[in-house]
C-alpha cells in the first residue's frame, strides 16, 4: 500500500526557512516524479513543484510564487522527498502536501495527509 | 500559466440527482485534465485522469469529458458520501488548478 508521509511543519517568522520531509513508502520511488501542492487556509490546491527521476536526471519545476524561494529535492536511497523552503512569506501559510506524479506527473495519484505550516511574527 | 475556471463556485443538490461540474482552460490543453474530490479536513484524492479515465477504485458514478478547453465533470447519482469540494487541474503545462467547487446536499 501506497504511503505518503510528511514531517517538518510548523511555526516559522517571516523571512526564516523550513525543511519539510516526505517519507514514502510502499512502491517504487526511484521510478515516480514527486510534487509539492499547498493549500491556503480555507483557499483552492496550489501546485508548488516537482522533482523528476533519474531518469529525467532529477529536474525540477516550480510555481511562480514560490520560484527561486523554494527547493526541492529527493534522496531515492531514502525513500524521501524535501522541500527547502527559504525567505519565507505570510502568504506561504498553508498545509503543504506532498504527491506521488504518475504517468511521468501526468496526474497525482497518492497524497500524503499534508503538513501545516505557518508564517507568523 | 494557463488559468482553469471552475463553475459553478458552489453546488446544492439532493440524494439521487445528476450533477454537473465544468472546467474551462484559458487555451487548448487536449485532453491533459484531470479531476480530484477533497473532503473536509482531508487530503484531496484522484477521480479522473486524462479527462475521461476513471482512477481505479472510484465508483463508476463518477465520469469525465471533455477536450481542447471544456470538461466536464458527472455524478450520476448524488450519494451522501460525495459532500467535498471538486478540482480540476491541467498538465498540459506547469500544472495549475481550478479555483474548487464545493458540493453540498440539500
Known amino acids: 500500500e501506497v504511503h505518503l508521509v510528511e514531517s517538518g511543519g510548523g511555526l516559522v517568522r517571516p523571512g526564516g526557512s523550513l525543511r519539510l520531509s516526505c517519507a514514502a513508502s510502499?512502491?517504487?520511488?526511484?521510478?515516480?516524479?514527486m510534487e509539492w501542492v499547498r493549500q491556503a487556509p480555507r483557499k483552492g490546491l496550489e501546485w508548488v513543484g516537482r522533482?523528476?527521476?533519474?531518469?529525467?536526471?532529477?529536474?525540477?519545476d516550480y510555481g511562480a510564487s514560490v520560484k527561486g524561494r523554494f527547493s526541492i529535492s529527493r534522496d531515492d536511497s531514502k525513500n524521501s522527498l524535501y522541500l527547502q523552503m527559504n525567505s519565507l512569506r505570510t502568504e506561504d501559510t498553508a498545509v503543504y502536501y506532498c504527491?506521488?506524479?504518475?504517468?511521468?506527473?501526468?496526474?497525482?495519484?497518492?497524497w500524503g495527509q499534508g503538513i501545516l505550516v505557518t508564517v507568523s511574527s | 500559466d494557463i488559468q482553469m475556471t471552475q463553475s459553478p463556485s458552489s453546488l446544492s443538490a439532493s440524494v439521487g440527482d445528476r450533477v454537473t461540474i465544468t472546467c474551462r482552460a484559458s487555451?487548448?490543453?487536449?485532453?491533459?485534465l484531470n479531476w480530484y474530490q477533497q473532503k473536509p479536513g482531508k487530503d484531496p484524492k484522484l477521480l479522473i485522469y486524462?479527462?475521461?479515465s476513471l482512477q481505479s477504485g472510484v465508483p463508476s458514478r463518477f465520469s469525465g469529458s471533455g477536450s481542447g478547453t471544456d470538461f466536464t465533470l458527472t455524478i450520476s447519482s448524488l450519494q451522501p458520501e460525495d459532500v467535498a469540494s471538486y478540482y480540476c487541474?491541467?498538465?498540459?503545462?506547469?500544472?495549475?488548478f481550478g479555483q474548487g467547487t464545493r458540493l453540498e446536499i440539500k
Open positions: 486524462a479527462a475521461s
Open positions: 522533482v523528476r527521476n533519474k531518469a529525467k536526471s532529477y529536474t525540477t
Open positions: 487555451q487548448s490543453i487536449t485532453n491533459s
Open positions: 504527491a506521488r506524479g504518475a504517468d511521468s506527473g501526468s496526474y497525482f495519484d497518492y
Open positions: 510502499g512502491f517504487t520511488f526511484s521510478d515516480h516524479y
Open positions: 487541474q491541467q498538465s498540459y503545462s506547469i500544472p495549475t
